[in-house]
Structures are given as structure tokens and as C-alpha cells.
């Protein structure tokens, strides 16, 4: 834990009634200041995670620390944490000013300091002049920019944002991510942000936790995740990959759809049995003799920026591309790829044996 740890879960597990658990025993540390993504299928346990930093419940077992303190049994109206849900919650009855100011009533703080604040947090979410205006007259897009104002008013040290964009139209969501980050840069304020969108996730985090059925599958920057996945889940959830079965014959060579390839990963037991992953965009187009593979395509769309193409290996193994090149169906065709573009994935590796892996095999080629 560092000096910049404002959030920590210790082992925490969430339990409702005698069902199975919603959460199984999930650590994880928030630092001050930045941008972090819960990213999970629906029902992985983002919104439960959200609820206990909010004190809307309690952990089963396990602590959850603010600042140092554990707050296990701290009420949600004490925590320095403010919430924009996913359907907003505004309240219909009052304008767009009450409800900002709404938080500042409560808090018995005196009239000009509300009008300066609110005022101040319209200013932040390019709302200026809308005072009085009814929240049935606001279009969606400025309904979500009252609810982060109403959050922020309260200068909370941390916002929780569960799926805040769902329910915009493709431009104006990814307007909103744009806004979202820069608003997040401005304050300063830790954001908590939560979405089954992994392109929303790469485009807006410092850091992603990404969730599978109660538990961190892997945690990192958008970079780490895209480029190292540790398994099949992430890899498959992250982004459009080739998964192929292979053995790692000794460090930095692996075999996979019948051939030998250089690689850079290692720390494997010799012939180990792995899963191999290549992104789409990393494999390009060649003639059968200058390709790493050989293979036949099978169909193709454009996709306005590349053709998605798929193809199949003698073994019977798919492989999708993506290329600016056009291909024709039935052709044979060769894939050339970087020794960088393969990434070996241990079977039921965790997260934390992955870093161990790592760093043993990165201090091990340093030497050499
Ligand atoms: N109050 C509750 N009582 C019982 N089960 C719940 C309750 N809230 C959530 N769950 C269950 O916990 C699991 C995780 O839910 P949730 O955190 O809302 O997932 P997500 O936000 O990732 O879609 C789901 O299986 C859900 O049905
Ligand atoms: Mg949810």
C-alpha cells in the first residue's frame, strides 16, 4: 500500500443469503487521483463493488479501507464517495438546479456558497444557464451531465459511475468519454467508472479491473490488458483474438498449428501445454511462400476501415485478420506476423503467478 492508496479491499467476499457468492474474496488497491474501470459481463459483481465502496452494503467478510481506516460498518451519508447511477436518479419534481444544489441543502451550508458552487459544477459539465430548466425538458445526454454535476457539487474525494452511458446513442457516448477523462483530469477526483464495454474501457482508464463471476481476472493499464492478456477470458473479452491450442518447447519457442515459431515469452515448464493468442491486426497478408502460416481464406466483410478476414489452417484452426488488403475466398493465402505478436497464455494462470512469471523470466533474459 502506498501513501496515494485511498481505496483498499482486503480478501473481501459478498454474500446474499445462502446463495453462492456475488464476490469471492477480491483485493485491490485504488490510488488518489486517477481514472480506474470495472469491466465485466453483466452480473460479474460491478455494481456490488460500487455498492460496497458507496456503503449502500456491507462486506460478508473481508475489510474495505478509505484512507487507511476500514469502513466495513461506515454509513453511506459519511463516506467522502458520491454516485451517478445508471438511470441518473434526478429528481423529476425539481429543476435542474435543485437538484444539483440538493446535497448542499441538506449540509445546511448558506445560499450564496450553493449558488457558487452550483453554478461552478454547471460551469465543469458545459451547462451554464441551465438553472432553471425542467429535467423532463433535458435531452438524455444533458440529464447525465446533471447527474455528474450533482456528484461533483459535493467534492467528493472519489465518483462512482455505474455505467453512466448506457443509455446514449453511439455519438453522443463517445463524446461523453471524451468529456468523462477530461472532466476527470480537471478535478483530480479518483473516478470509479463501471462498463460491460471493453472499447470504453481501453478508451478512458488508467487502470481496468476486469471481472469474471465475482473475481479480478486481471488488472492493469489499457495497454497491459490489450497486449498481455493472462487467459482465455480477458483475451476473449478484450478485443477480437485468435486463440489457438500449443506447447511451449523451451523458452522463447512455441509450436502451434504444426510449426515452430520464435517468441518472446517464457518461464513455461519445456513442452508445457499453452494457449496461444494473435490479435487480428497483428497478422498481415502475404503470398503463400513469404507467410509464417498457410492458410485458406474462407470468408470476408469490410468493415469500413479493414476487411475482416477469416481464414483456416491445415489443423483446422480459425484465424481472423484484419487488413486494409483485400483477400479472395477459396484463395491460399500466407500470414506473416512479429515474434511480438504472439502472446503465450498459461492454462488457470492467476494473476499474481503471471507477475511472478514474468518478472523471474525478464530478470532471467537481463542476465544473459
Ligand atoms: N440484493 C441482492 N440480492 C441477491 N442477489 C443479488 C443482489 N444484488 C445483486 N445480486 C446478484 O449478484 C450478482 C452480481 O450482481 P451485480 O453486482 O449487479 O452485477 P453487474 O453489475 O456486474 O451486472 C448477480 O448474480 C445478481 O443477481
Ligand atoms: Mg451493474
Known sequence: MTDNTIIRFNSVTKKYDNDPPVLKNVSFEIERGKFYTLLGPSGCGKTTILRLIAGFTEPSEGDIYFNGRVINNVPANKRQVNTVFQDYALFPHLNV???????????????????????????????????????????????????????????PEVILLDEPLSALDLKLRTEMQYELRELQRNLGITFIFVTHDQEEALAMSDEIFVLNNGKIEQSGTPTDIYDEPINRFVADFIGESNIVPGTMIKDYQVQFAGKLFECVDGGFEPNEDVEIVIRPEDLAITAPADGKLNVKVDSQLFRGVHYEISCYDSDGNEWLVHSTKKATVGDQIGLYFDPEAIHVMRHGETEEEFDKRLEAYEEGSYEN
Request: charged share 40%.
Open 97 to 155: 438546479f435543485e437538484n444539483i444544489a440538493f446535497g448542499l441543502k441538506i449540509k445546511k451550508m448558506k445560499k450564496a456558497d450553493i449558488e457558487r458552487k452550483v453554478k461552478e459544477a454547471l460551469r465543469f459539465v458545459n451547462l451554464e444557464g441551465y438553472e432553471n430548466r425542467e429535467i423532463k425538458e433535458m435531452s438524455g445526454g444533458q440529464r447525465q451531465r446533471v447527474a455528474i454535476a450533482r456528484a461533483i457539487v459535493n467534492e
